[in-house]
C-alpha cells in the first residue's frame, strides 16, 4: 500500500476535522443566508415570476432545494449509514474541492429527476421554515455524527460534475452538496430577478 493510499484511508476511519468542520459550517451558513438575503420581502408576485414557461419560479426554486435536502437528510443518510466504505486510495479531499467549487456553478446544467421537481403547493414562508430547521439539522449531524467518512453511496450529481472521476460521495462530502445545491438554486433565483419582466413589486 502507497503512503497516498494509507493516508487516505486512515482518514476515512478518523472524525471529521476542526478544519472541516468549520468549512462545511461556514459553507452552510453562506448559503442559507444568500437565501434568506435573496428572498427577502419578495411580494407574492415576485415570488411566483416566471421568465418562461419552462423555466422556475423563485418559489419553485425554493421548494426543490427544501426538498433535495430533506431527501438528504431522510433516505441518503440512512442509506450512508449501511453502506461500505470509500474504496482505496479515495481522494476525498479533491471530491470536497469539486464539491465546494463546481457544484454550485451554473456553467454545467443537468434536468433534476421528477421526485425532487417543485410541486408548487407549499407556501413559501413554510419553504423558509423548513429551510432553517434543515440547516440546523444538518450542522447538529456534523457535530455529533461518527464516520461520515467511513460510508460512501452513489453519488448522480458528484458523478456528472466529475465526469465519472468521483462516483461517489461520503456523508461528510452530501452535505457539502447539499451546500453546494442550495447556492445553485440561488444563483437561478438571481437569473429570475435579472429578466426584464420581473415585477417591480
Known amino acids: 500500500m502507497t503512503a497516498t493510499v494509507a493516508a487516505n484511508s486512515a482518514a476515512t476511519n478518523q472524525m471529521l476535522t476542526v478544519q472541516e468542520l468549520e468549512q462545511a459550517r461556514q459553507f452552510l451558513k453562506l448559503t442559507e443566508t444568500a437565501v434568506v438575503g435573496a428572498t427577502?420581502?419578495?411580494?407574492?408576485?415576485?415570488?411566483?415570476f416566471k421568465p418562461a414557461p419552462d423555466r422556475w419560479s423563485i418559489a419553485e426554486n425554493l421548494d426543490h432545494a427544501v426538498t433535495v435536502q430533506e431527501r438528504v437528510l431522510g433516505p441518503i443518510l440512512?442509506?450512508?449509514?449501511?453502506?461500505?466504505?470509500?474504496?482505496a486510495g479515495w481522494d476525498y479531499q479533491r471530491a470536497d474541492s469539486i464539491v465546494i467549487h463546481q457544484f454550485g456553478t451554473r456553467l454545467s446544467r443537468f434536468p433534476s429527476p421528477e421526485f425532487v421537481r417543485p410541486q408548487g403547493s407549499t407556501a413559501p414562508a413554510e419553504l423558509?421554515?423548513?429551510?432553517?430547521?434543515?440547516?440546523?439539522?444538518?450542522?447538529?449531524?456534523?457535530?455529533?455524527?461518527?464516520?461520515?467518512?467511513?460510508?460512501?453511496?452513489?453519488?448522480?450529481?458528484?458523478?456528472a460534475i466529475s465526469k465519472g472521476v468521483f462516483p461517489l460521495a461520503d456523508g461528510y462530502q452530501w452535505i457539502l452538496a447539499v451546500a453546494a445545491h442550495t447556492e445553485r438554486h440561488v444563483k437561478q433565483m438571481l437569473e429570475v430577478m435579472a429578466d426584464s419582466a420581473y415585477p417591480v413589486r
Not at 427577502?40 to 411566483?48: D, N, R, V
Open 40 to 48: 427577502k420581502g419578495l411580494t407574492e408576485a415576485q415570488w411566483s
Open 128 to 159: 423558509l421554515q423548513r429551510l432553517a430547521a434543515n440547516y440546523a439539522r444538518f450542522v447538529h449531524i456534523l457535530e455529533t455524527t461518527p464516520g461520515l467518512r467511513q460510508h460512501a453511496i452513489e453519488a448522480p450529481p458528484l458523478k
Open 78 to 87: 440512512s442509506q450512508l449509514a449501511e453502506a461500505p466504505p470509500p474504496p
